[in-house]
């Protein structure tokens, strides 16, 4: 299961994360993110439990770049 990472989850579903992340950085008008979307679906199913895969919509840009440096 992929995960929708906010601002507001972001401390929780990476940071203080039990298992590794996997993080896609994606933006909603980048046609090469939306090829990524089985892939990531594969791998989320594939390492269920062992591996977390969440997705950053980068068009959030200033919580970002304030907070990932």
Same mark, same amino acid.
């Given at each position: &299961?992929? +995960?929708?990472? %906010?601002?507001?989850?972001?401390? *929780?579903?990476? $940071?203080?994360?039990? %298992?590794?992340? $996997?993080?896609?950085?994606?933006?909603? =008008? !980048? @046609?090469? !993110?939306? &090829? &990524?979307?089985?892939? $990531?679906?594969?791998?989320?199913?594939?390492?269920? @439990?062992?591996?977390?895969? !969440?997705? +950053?919509? +980068?068009?959030?840009? /200033?919580? =970002? *770049? /304030?907070? $990932?440096?």
């Amino acid at each position: &299961m992929k +995960i929708r990472v %906010t601002a507001k989850n972001y401390p *929780q579903e990476v $940071l203080r994360s039990e %298992t590794p992340v $996997l993080v896609e950085f994606f933006a909603v =008008w !980048c @046609g090469k !993110c939306a &090829m &990524m979307e089985d892939v $990531l679906d594969e791998i989320a199913k594939e390492y269920d @439990g062992r591996v977390k895969v !969440c997705q +950053i919509e +980068i068009e959030d840009q /200033q919580f =970002w *770049q /304030q907070n $990932l440096k």
